[in-house]
């Protein structure tokens, strides 16, 4: 496997620890504590801060910054924690932060794709195979679950979800949690169906599709309130690991979800 190569402008701390087969380009800054899998790609003038780790085949493009310290006021100085997984793409001027405390991690998962000027912010949990459009922000403490889809300009509030498969609308404002495989859209947001295309596109079959239908014509078409949408999904629909994970998600909602 192949040492590391380095352009003479870039500068590297003698602490970070940088994979085989990584390029880190032109006028790049590569932090202590900073640890690289092998293949990762810096293109230019990229700023990496430590303590953070990321996996394999990482690219990080022009002017992202990625590792710098939270932007909570509460942060005390003591060192916290980035960790991403692998191959995943983190487009121009895209910032990600670090924990507050030492307790916590900001975590990325694996293949996500980050669009230009997308945020990840302190002590936020993102999935595998994501998509922030650009623009896409996440407050403190946000969750994301895999193969959710964020729209250009998106805007997600403090400690809310994203469940999996969910997407949102350009220029959404997310103030509550959004369920598994739900579009949600607006200012503020509302939940106007189900992601039938990303479904279909993942494979999923057209029985489990009609299910999650039922399940949003329980939950949002109907005279329920979230209690009794529950009871009526699990009194009315086969179960399924879809089904359950909607409903799991919904019972575990601290901030409550959008309607």
Request: charged content about 20%.
């Amino acid at each position: 496997m192949s040492s590391a190569q380095i352009h003479p402008t870039a500068i590297v701390d003698a602490q970070a620890e940088i994979g085989p087969g990584t390029t880190i380009g032109p006028y790049c800054i590569v932090e202590a504590g900073v640890v690289l899998g092998p293949d990762c790609w810096l293109q230019h003038h990229v700023t990496l801060c430590g303590p953070m780790t990321a996996g394999s085949r990482n690219k990080f493009y022009a002017y992202c910054s990625v590792g710098q310290q939270t932007q909570d006021l509460k942060y005390q100085g003591e060192p916290t924690y980035l960790e991403i997984g692998n191959e995943n793409t983190f487009r121009e001027f895209v910032t990600v932060n670090r924990s507050t405390t030492a307790e916590g991690k900001t975590r990325v998962g694996h293949r996500g794709n980050f669009l230009a000027y997308s945020h990840i912010g302190h002590d936020c949990a993102v999935g595998d195979e994501v998509v922030f459009s650009n623009n896409g922000t996440l407050a403190g403490h946000v969750q994301v679950g895999d193969h959710a889809i964020m729209g250009g300009l998106t805007a997600v509030h403090q400690f809310c979800r994203l469940g999996r498969y969910a997407i949102t609308g350009g220029c959404s404002k997310i103030v509550q949690d959004v369920p598994p495989f739900m579009i949600a859209d607006g200012n503020p947001a509302k939940v106007r169906g189900i992601n039938v295309v990303g479904l279909e596109r993942s494979g999923f079959s057209p029985e489990t599709i009609k299910a999650i239908k039922e399940a949003f014509r329980l939950i949002y078409r109907s005279k329920y309130n979230t209690r009794q949408a529950i009871e009526a999904i699990q009194q009315e629909l086969p179960p399924s690991a879809e089904i359950t994970q909607i409903v799991e998600f919904i019972r575990k909602s601290e901030r409550g979800i959008i309607r």
